[in-house]
């Protein structure tokens, strides 16, 4: 069956360590991948995409892995604070149509 | 202001009744979604719209309709709720210039639904 796996029990880190967030799917093919914050009580608001044939991608403290063999895709926060603490959702588009497959999302606490 | 507005943002009604979920936005985007979001699942889409003259089914399509009245306006009804359609509901937009697969989407804060 297909699905698409992410930590479901939050995760805890200090201020100012890297957060590591995994995404693994199983029969699916996307040829994109997105990632999404979500705050409680608001809607998903956009972060990163990732292509199928780029192996990273980067945007200030954020980085996007994408490990197509693995089927995996990794999340990561550099220099973490307590601001970032946040659901994070990711969500696969298999044929670029925008159609997006969501995970459930792993929720971040950063403690000071 | 909102580039896409829910409304409302909470609801609470009965079973059986009748109910309309609406969604505008200033965004200028063409593509507009609906999703459900329940405890412990990822988003699940509805209904999604590549403009005013196109409507498709998403994953979870029964028991919803969708009326596309303009671009920028897209609602999801509900012809006779019942319980197991109490969820957070969210409307999004996305714009095809960005090209195949490059089409980031942009939320509403969600509607909270409750059928008693």
């Known amino acids: 069956s297909q699905k698409i796996e992410q930590n479901s029990e939050a995760l805890n880190i200090q201020e100012g360590k890297t957060a590591t967030l995994t995404c693994n799917y199983t029969?699916?093919?996307?040829?994109?991948l997105q990632w999404y914050r979500q705050d409680p009580g608001r809607g998903p608001v956009f972060l990163l995409l990732i292509r199928e044939n780029e192996k990273e991608k980067r945007k200030e403290r954020l980085k996007v892995t994408f490990d197509t063999t693995l089927k995996q895709s990794l999340f990561h926060i550099t220099a973490s604070q307590p601001a970032d603490s946040a659901t994070y959702l990711c969500a696969l588009d298999e044929g670029g149509y925008n159609k997006l497959i969501f995970g459930a999302g792993t929720r971040l606490a950063v403690h000071p | 202001d909102a580039d896409v507005t829910q409304t409302p943002r909470n609801r609470i009604t009965k079973t059986g009744k009748r109910i309309m979920l609406e969604c505008s936005q200033t965004k200028g985007h063409d593509r507009m979604y609906w999703y459900r979001q329940d405890p412990g699942l990822g988003l699940r889409l509805i209904y999604y719209?590549?403009?005013?003259?196109?409507?498709n089914k998403g994953e979870i399509s029964d028991g919803y309709s969708v009326s596309r009245q303009a671009q920028a306006k897209f609602s999801l009804s509900l012809e006779s709720a019942i319980p197991n359609q109490t969820a957070l509901y969210f409307c999004a937009t996305s714009d095809p210039s960005g090209g195949v697969g490059n089409q980031p989407q942009h939320f509403g804060d969600g509607t909270r639904l409750s059928i008693l």
């Open positions: 029969n699916y093919s996307p040829a994109y």
């Open positions: 719209s590549f403009d005013v003259k196109d409507i």
